[in-house]
């Protein structure tokens, strides 16, 4: 029988310690280590070139909100694009992380509060090829599937933006250098689009929270 080699990118000791745990008590399963950023676990896994594997990983479970603020997208893709089966392994997230991870690549999102048994179920289905979605998660992703295929052009996006920070049509005109109109038919545009995915926000405060249930905004917690 192959043995699944685990590691863990998380900056809580007691929650790699849980991990490490269960993973060590499965008959197919390895823990390797657990790491509180990307640029440790490059170290000791992948060796500081990032060319030659000291230790080969099948699957990397990643928390989505590490100490150093690092960017859960970035890190995401840059684990797929070495070649590691990433497992997200967090709490409940914002929209835009899930559209952010999700689009990087991640094969599979489990939520923390979940059993072991479950998670070395998911492990095992993501080291196999396979993708996991937490039915928590998938439920929320469902609820929001058809705001989170939204899409903006960028103009859109950066007057949506300007709007979330405060600014008026005149403003956002002139920071982006362009008339006023132009900016009014953006919003009209941006509008439409929200109502092709079933919303109408009317007012420019109800059309940013949109913005952020799409996963477009950024929410205030988000890095």
Sequence with gaps: MRTIKVAMID?????????????????????YNGYATLPEFYENVYGPSRKAVIYPVDVVLLDLRLADSSNPYDNTIALIKLGFKVLIYSSLESPFRFRSVLGAGAHGLFEKSRS??????AIRLVAAGNTFSDAEWASIIDSNYKLLNVKLSDQQKTVLELMAAGETDKMIAKKMGISPNTVRDYINRIRDSFAKAGSTPEGRVLLVREGIKSGILRCPTDP
Excluded at 17 to 26: E, F, H, I, P, S
Excluded at 116 to 121: A, K, N
């Design 11 to 31: 900056d809580h000791p007691s929650t790699i310690l849980g991990v490490k745990t269960a993973v060590n008590q499965a008959n197919d399963m390895e823990f």
């Design 116 to 121: 072991m048994e479950e998670l070395l179920s």
